[in-house]
């Protein structure tokens, strides 16, 4: 079945630092997806990517859709304290079954103040 | 909208214990995933519902685990009988209409059988 690769697991970085996580597939997705879990929560939706090469921005967020369709990238700007949690890369086909949300396995990061 | 309602919060069970894992999803959301999330494989999606009707549950483990949708507000997942493997958080979701893009999740339930 599909996978998603995602990388890295996890980050330390310095408050204020930028931060670049990415994700590629073996197959194409119609839409990607950047999730993140706090710690005791559900993953919560970032940003949401529907073509390919789109670069869509949500604050200190960007995201990329690949031109392949086959990768995403998220980065963060300038990090804070409560940007730590896990970050989830997720891949959707649609016109199919709802159920083919993929995910990736996550990357944790942690921000020192 | 409360968003996607799970319960309880946590469950700790001896093994060979039945658990049940409610969810009530977000009101006109036709669409309901049942999700496990451990460290060693991430999400899995277990199993999901459109309009109450179970469409896929090819994610479902085994046999000991079952879920039901009665109505549009409320869904369990069953784990009969309980094994210590089956520790992990247990998340359901859900989303309005096939074609929408992304879900919502509830907070989900950390389960521990002992």
């Known amino acids: 079945g599909q996978q998603l690769n995602q990388s890295p697991q996890s980050m330390f970085i310095q408050e204020g630092e930028d931060v670049s996580m990415n994700c590629t597939s073996s197959?194409?997705?119609?839409?990607w997806l950047w999730y993140k879990q706090d710690p005791g929560e559900g993953p919560v939706l970032l940003i949401a990517?529907?073509?390919?090469?789109e670069l869509t921005s949500n604050g200190r967020l960007t995201a990329q859709f690949g031109i392949t369709r086959k990768d995403s990238f998220l980065n963060i700007s300038a990090s804070i304290p409560s940007d730590v949690g896990i970050y989830f890369c997720?891949?959707?086909?649609?016109?199919?079954?709802?159920?083919?949300?993929?995910f990736g396995k996550g990357t944790k990061l942690s921000v020192k103040p | 909208d409360a968003g996607v309602i799970q319960s309880p919060r946590h469950e700790v069970t001896e093994m060979g214990q039945e658990v049940t894992l409610r969810c009530k999803p977000i009101?006109?959301?036709?669409?309901l995933f049942w999700y496990r999330q451990t460290m060693m494989r991430g999400l899995e999606l277990l199993i999901y519902?459109?309009?109450?009707?179970?469409?896929?549950d090819s994610g479902m483990p085994e046999d000991r685990f079952s879920a039901k949708m009665p109505n549009a507000s409320f869904s369990t997942l069953k784990i009969q009988p309980s094994e210590p493997r089956d520790s992990a958080v247990y998340f359901c979701?859900?989303?309005?209409?096939?074609?929408?893009?992304?879900?919502?999740f509830g907070s989900g339930t950390r389960l521990t059988v002992v």
């Open positions: 997720a891949g959707q086909n649609y016109g199919g079954s709802q159920g083919n949300l993929i």
């Open positions: 009101s006109g959301h036709d669409y």
């Open positions: 990517l529907y073509k390919a090469g």
């Open positions: 519902f459109n309009n109450n009707v179970p469409i896929d």
């Open positions: 197959s194409i997705f119609n839409t």
């Open positions: 979701a859900s989303i309005i209409r096939q074609g929408a893009f992304g879900y919502t």
